[in-house]
């Protein structure tokens, strides 16, 4: 499987943002895929993960993000989106999607190339 991530760039505070991981590969190799964040200085902070083959495409979310944004799916696309909504300077990082094996994404298989959101005035 691999993973491509987008569609960061430079937002004010209060602004939004919406990131795209595109996946290809076999579906059958991974069951999640979560979206992970890290800022210079800082460990890297699991940010939410979605379910990929289940028909319900469960999400589960950081405290951190929770509220603000919103993971979600287009299994005909490939694709999983990270909505961004509400965003602060705290959420400035590198931005970077991984597939896992499970659909709680608790074992990671892949990861894809970051993508940097400024949150700036």
């Known amino acids: 499987v691999q993973l491509q991530a987008s569609g960061g760039g430079l937002v004010q505070p209060g602004g939004s943002l919406r990131l795209s991981c595109v996946h290809s590969?076999?579906?059958?190799?991974?069951?999640?895929i979560a979206w992970f964040r890290q800022a210079p200085g800082k460990e890297r902070e699991r940010v939410g993960c979605?379910?990929?083959?289940?028909?319900?495409?469960?999400?589960s979310y950081a405290d951190s993000v929770k509220g603000r944004f919103t993971i979600s799916r287009d299994n005909a696309k490939n694709t999983v989106y990270l909505q961004m909504n509400s965003l602060k300077p705290d959420d400035m990082a590198v931005y970077y999607c991984?597939?896992?094996?499970?659909?709680?994404?608790?074992?990671?298989?892949?990861w894809g190339q970051g993508t940097l959101v400024t949150v700036s005035s």
């Open positions: 979605i379910a990929i083959s289940s028909s319900d495409g469960r999400t």
């Open positions: 590969g076999p579906t059958l190799d991974f069951n999640g």
């Open positions: 991984a597939a896992a094996i499970d659909s709680q994404c608790r074992v990671l298989k892949r």
